[in-house]
């Protein structure tokens, strides 16, 4: 464990030149890794097989253990979230426009506009960080075809009403659900809303298969068109029957997943105990919150989302600078939103005029480090660093 300095004001900050309390940087999106003696011998019977990726055993064994974890027909694997994002927008036949959130990764947006098809973004809910289904209803036009929300966090969208929106207009609905494996929603695990969903196990989230997605559906026709287009459209040799693109998980990536599955009980397990201790911590410095997620819902607790208020007496950024000369590489995401990226924001100059919570949180939000990986006095320091800043105006805890 790397020894963390004592901060007892602004004077022992490394921004204001003392040593940094980490001499490691500790990110946010660590890998967790599971069993390495297991994963050994995977490489070893892969080796063995000279079965290297095209829908080998082990990417078999991965699907139907995840289909049976969340309880959903069918697990198509991928070579990662964005490709798997790219597939079923096209195997669930989204053209013109689709409604999706600006506050989310920019693969969200990406995988629409890299096929033609026009994301509009529509606003968030400010509480749950999720797409607001009376924004989603304003942006609905004729050429609207879908939409596409993310869980965001790995909190689950307002499912109920985005569905009722889509059954009433005629859209379709799926959901990029990259940050929420392993939640439920109600009784349901996510992976069976909606149309389809779609993962990511990159090597950063909570789960990862180094590299890696899925797509989860109960509709059997969209799970034989998605393992088509995952394999150029190949059924069998010399027959391709669909149009298709090469999204095919390896047999590596699948025993890391396989070997990552066993541990993930654990990784939550951690992730919730650090997030409580955020909670603990952080939550008593005015201007300072963590976003709380609702006890009632399974997590993988794998977002610790902090959110600084004009109350604190510096700004977020100032805060994630200040975090960052400690070696502590707290994440904004998503700022500043998909809008105001490339190519969105040349496309909609204008798009924040009805986005105003998403421009409010991601000026706001903070993302902090979290995992198995997390050095124990990390959340401590955490604290320390932010109550040094609120002593500038003599803030105290409450
Ligand atoms: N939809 C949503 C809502 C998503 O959040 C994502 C991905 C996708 C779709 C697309 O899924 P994929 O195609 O990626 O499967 C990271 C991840 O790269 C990205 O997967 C993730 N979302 C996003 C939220 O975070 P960056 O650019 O912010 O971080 P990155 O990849 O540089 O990693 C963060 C830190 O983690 C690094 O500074 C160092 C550390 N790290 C990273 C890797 C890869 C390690 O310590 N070891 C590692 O192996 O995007």
């Not at 790397?2 to 602004?10: C, Y």
């Not at 809303?193 to 989860?216: I, L, M, Q, R, Y």
């Amino acid at each position: 464990m790397t020894k963390a300095k004592k901060i007892r004001s602004v004077s022992d900050l490394a921004v204001n030149g003392a040593a940094p309390a980490f001499q490691e940087p500790i990110h946010v999106g660590r890998p967790n890794i599971g069993s390495r003696d297991a994963f050994m011998q995977h490489v070893n019977d892969i080796f063995d097989r000279r079965w290297l990726s095209n829908n080998g055993p082990l990417v078999e064994t991965l699907e139907h253990r995840i289909a049976d974890l969340l309880g959903v027909k069918h697990c198509i694997a991928m070579c990662n979230g964005t490709v798997a994002l790219e597939i079923a927008i096209r195997a669930v036949q989204l053209t013109g426009e689709v409604i999706v959130p600006s506050y989310t990764f920019i693969a969200t947006a990406h995988a629409l506009s890299w096929q033609g098809i026009t994301p509009v973004f529509a606003d968030i809910d400010p509480v749950t960080h999720t797409l607001d289904p009376e924004a989603v209803r304003r942006m609905i036009t004729p050429r609207t075809t879908g939409i596409l929300a993310t869980h965001l966090w790995g909190t689950p969208c307002d499912i109920d009403a985005l569905q009722a929106i889509a059954d009433e207009h005629g859209l379709t609905l799926i959901f990029d659900a990259a940050h929420a494996f392993m939640t439920r929603h109600g009784s349901k695990m996510i992976g069976g809303f909606g149309k389809a969903e779609v993962f990511s196990f990159h090597a950063t989230k909570f789960f990862n298969t180094f590299e890696g997605g899925a797509v989860t559906t109960n509709d059997d026709d969209l799970a034989h068109t998605m393992r088509l287009m995952r394999n150029f459209g190949f059924a069998g040799f010399d027959n391709v029957i669909h149009p298709g693109t090469n999204g095919k998980m390896t047999e590596i990536c699948a025993a890391m997943g396989l070997v990552n599955l066993d541990l993930v009980d654990t990784v939550i397990q951690a992730n919730q105990t650090n997030y409580h201790a955020y909670c603990q911590a952080l939550n008593p410095v005015p201007g300072l919150s963590i976003l709380p997620l609702s006890a009632a819902e399974a997590r993988n607790y794998q977002y610790v989302v902090l959110e600084v208020s004009p109350d604190f007496p510096v700004s977020r950024d100032e805060l994630v600078n200040t975090l960052h000369a400690e070696n502590i590489l707290a994440r904004r995401y998503f700022w500043p939103g998909c809008h105001r990226m490339k190519p969105y924001r040349e496309l909609y100059p204008h798009a924040g005029l009805v986005l105003p919570h998403t421009h409010d949180v991601a000026d706001k939000v903070v993302v902090l480090p979290t995992g198995t990986t997390l050095p124990a006095n990390a959340v401590d320091t955490v604290r320390d660093v932010c109550l040094a800043l609120a002593s500038k105006n003599n803030l105290r805890p409450v």
